[in-house]
């Protein structure tokens, strides 16, 4: 019988009471099991006590009722690199620093402007990423292809440290595979000094008037969501009478574009050559740091809210880097500044808390007129149909 196999009988005897406590914890450290497992089964399995040094359990799972969790594996010493994922100006600039100074870890960084981007990459499975940031409905589908690691919890025992409101969400229920990262809401970023009103609706992108100045994102979801939108539909609509009418106030809109560009917007909003542009609350803040006039604003017919995480995409090398790094960014004080920098919120309570410009909560009037994006399933074939026909239409 292999060892994984001997240890989860093990638990399950002690969770249908066929072994004592101490039966128990001599055949779990016989087994290697760690310390912190072995707190981790006992509090599952209704024992009050355990052992001297075990660390509180780490998340919420385990502690209701239903069969013990299976002991979680061991992770080796901490490797010397670290190979990180994520959107662009979305983490602070000292943190990644911070990092390699104390962990002695060599850490590359890569960015990308959608999730469509990040999991073609990562699908190709030649990347060598060990952490990647992916919105919700990209963690499902990151999933669904068997794309992501299990993260061994014990080695995160700041995860407590998040916020109830993004645990157990829909992408991840048990929060086996995520630790939210940054949550906003897409939106309009504007200079209010040029364009000279407040933008309050999606139809401002069809304003002939302010042909060349004006941009959209170039990201599927954002694009075609807007104009679900606009049209009271669904962000998450896969109708297709609703997708060709979005599609048609897309090419609407087209001509009147510069161009089609996400977070790198922020230069030509601070030079003034674009007066408006759909963009994310927290990289409109980034740039009003630089020019004072601009300004954010949703559009009365509402728009998507998300929370993006950090994940371990499937085959990682450097598990153990991986886990301390998210063990570090879950700090309150380094939460607290990735969040200053970024100008999202963060689903770090403490952090939160901590930092110099708060972002509150969303709270459930906010909630009426923002819907979070969700996976598409085999919808998403006709997005992406869509989405190109919109491209070179
Ligand atoms: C990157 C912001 C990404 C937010 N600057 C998209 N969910």
Redesign the pocket.
Known sequence: MSQEKARIQLVEALRDGRIERREFLRGALGLGMSVGTIGLVLQACGSEEKPADAPPPAGHEGTGPGPAPAPEPELGPIEADLHIYM????IAEDTIPNFEKEFNVKVTLDTYES?EEMIAKVQTGAAGYDLVCP?GYAVSVLRHLHLVEQLVKKHIPNYANLAPLFLGSVFDPKNEVTVPW?W?VTGVAYRKDLLGKVPDSWALFQDAALKGKLTMMDDMRDNIGAWLRFLGKSVNSVDAADLAAAKAEALKAKPILASYV??PVKAQLIAGDVFAAQL?N??TM?AKVEKAEIEFALPKEGSSI?C?SMCIPKGAKNLRAAHEFLNYILRPEVGAKISDF?G?GSPNLPASEKMVNKVAYPTEADMKNLEYNEDLGAGTAAWDQIWTEIKSG
């Open positions: 959107w662009s100006d979305y999730n919105s940054q906003g996400s977070a994310w927290g990289d980034q998300w993006d970024t999202y």
